[in-house]
């Protein structure tokens, strides 16, 4: 299977320790890798990283990756929190994770700017 994922065995063995270890089954994680081959290629410790800013900062639950096991190819700083703090100001803390990373930057931005008033600036202020 290593080959087939162009992933080392060792690296796909900690990839599933970290997320059995938390709370996901040997089922689940069979699941989210039909749906979402990567999983298995990714850095187990980038993973943990998004895991734990999953559960504890935006306080979801483990088990929203079985709809959307994509959330863990986005990157942490520059898509998953960048995103999730506008909205989190903007509509509040109950869009689905989809939603939130899978549209494009441009409509992210457009959709954005179109929800939040416009602030009235004056010429030389930054």
Known sequence: ???VTRTSSENMQKVIGVLL???LTCDDIL???????QILQY?????????DYLIEEMGREIGELLAFPAF?????????????EVKKKT?????SLNKLLSVSTVRFFKKKTTSMPMKNTVDGDD
């Not at 863990?72 to 999730?84: Q, S, T, V």
């Not at 509509?91 to 869009?95: A, L, S």
Request: proline content about 2%; charged content about 30%.
């Open 1 to 3: 299977m290593g080959a």
């Open 21 to 23: 270890s938390y709370g």
């Open 31 to 37: 699941a989210m890798s039909k749906k979402h081959p």
């Open 43 to 51: 850095n187990h410790d980038s993973l943990e990283k998004k895991l």
């Open 72 to 84: 863990l190819g986005y990157k942490l700083e520059d898509r998953i929190k960048h995103r999730y």
């Open 91 to 95: 509509i509040g803390e109950g869009m």
